[in-house]
């Protein structure tokens, strides 16, 4: 019978290969083992990280943003509610603009006799009066007619800045006798100053022809409306309000 008898090289060999396969796989099995067992911290770190910056970047847009938006509403009501200062014109500006289209008014100078007053001058009443002129005489009989009127107005207006001053210019000899026209002014329930003018020289200076006759002159002393003869006393009411409202914005 023959024995075989391995080789001794060969069996050491052998006995290597199994040795170093087993330890192959317990390396194989341990690293698997510690990788399953290391947390996650870092990954999850990492997207928390990221997820803050994004959040923290989207924050910021949005409070630049939130600003600007801000800012832009802001201005807006500051600039509504400061008004635009209002054009103003200069005392001189505006007269210069009355002296191109209206004649300034004459005085009342030269009169022959004075009643319901010591003296009146339109020049003294500027800044500060709105003056209706009337020119009239006692016998004419349309100057009767709109004398009520006329003390009308005077009654209205009169604590208003409205001074009426009648030049009382006769159409006949004996209309120039002063206690006559005293009489004529009482029984006409006349209460302003009335201002003889039997020489003519206010009738003259205004370029009169008619009676009656009535001239409003403004604040400014430009002569800013006429009426000859009776009638249009809604019209006269109208225009002695318009000239007082604008006496009152040159005093403010």
Same mark, same amino acid.
């Given at each position: 019978?023959?024995?075989?008898?391995?080789?001794?090289?060969?069996?050491?060999?052998?006995?290597?290969?199994?040795? &170093?396969?087993?330890?192959?796989?317990?390396?194989?099995?341990?690293?698997?083992?510690?990788?399953? #067992?290391?947390?996650?911290?870092?990954?999850?770190?990492?997207?928390?990280?990221?997820?803050?910056?994004?959040?923290?970047?989207?924050?910021?847009?949005?409070?630049?943003? &939130?600003?600007?938006?801000?800012? &832009?509403?802001?201005?807006?009501?500051?600039?509504?509610?400061?008004?635009? @200062?209002?054009?103003?014109? +200069?005392?001189?500006?505006?007269?210069?603009?009355?002296?191109?289209?209206?004649?300034?008014? +004459?005085?009342?100078? =030269?009169?022959?006799?004075?009643?319901?007053?010591?003296?009146?001058?339109?020049?003294?009443?500027?800044?500060?009066?709105?003056?209706?002129?009337?020119?009239?005489?006692?016998? !004419?009989?349309? !100057?009767?007619?709109?004398? @009520?009127?006329?003390?009308?107005?005077?009654?209205?207006?009169?604590?208003?800045?409205?001074?009426?001053? &009648?030049?009382?210019?006769?159409?006949?000899?004996?209309?120039?006798?002063?206690?006559?026209? #005293?009489?004529?002014?009482?029984?006409?329930?006349?209460?302003? @100053?009335?201002?003889?003018?039997?020489?003519?020289?206010?009738?003259?200076?205004?370029?009169?022809?008619?009676? @009656?006759?009535?001239?409003?002159?403004?604040?400014? =002393?430009?002569? #800013?409306?006429?009426?000859?003869?009776?009638?249009?006393?809604?019209?006269?009411?109208?225009?002695?309000?318009?000239?007082?409202?604008? #006496?009152?914005?040159?005093?403010?």
């Amino acid at each position: 019978m023959r024995i075989i008898t391995p080789r001794p090289i060969l069996l050491a060999l052998s006995v290597l290969l199994v040795i &170093g396969a087993i330890a192959a796989i317990e390396i194989r099995l341990d690293a698997q083992a510690t990788a399953e #067992r290391q947390p996650k911290g870092d990954l999850q770190s990492d997207e928390i990280a990221k997820g803050r910056t994004d959040v923290s970047d989207e924050k910021e847009q949005q409070t630049a943003s &939130g600003s600007s938006d801000d800012a &832009g509403r802001s201005d807006t009501p500051e600039r509504d509610a400061v008004e635009k @200062p209002k054009q103003t014109v +200069s005392d001189a500006e505006r007269i210069a603009d009355k002296e191109s289209e209206y004649e300034q008014a +004459s005085e009342v100078a =030269g009169s022959t006799g004075l009643i319901n007053t010591d003296g009146v001058s339109i020049k003294d009443a500027a800044g500060e009066k709105v003056v209706l002129v009337e020119f009239w005489t006692y016998s !004419c009989f349309n !100057c009767q007619n709109a004398q @009520p009127h006329i003390n009308e107005l005077y009654d209205k207006y009169r604590d208003d800045a409205l001074l009426v001053v &009648g030049v009382h210019s006769p159409e006949f000899g004996f209309e120039r006798d002063i206690s006559n026209v #005293r009489e004529a002014v009482e029984q006409a329930n006349i209460e302003y @100053p009335v201002v003889l003018d039997n020489n003519y020289a206010i009738w003259k200076a205004y370029g009169q022809r008619f009676w @009656p006759a009535w001239y409003l002159i403004d604040a400014d =002393g430009f002569v #800013r409306y006429k009426h000859f003869g009776e009638g249009a006393y809604d019209e006269t009411d109208q225009k002695v309000q318009e000239l007082l409202a604008e #006496r009152d914005r040159i005093s403010d």
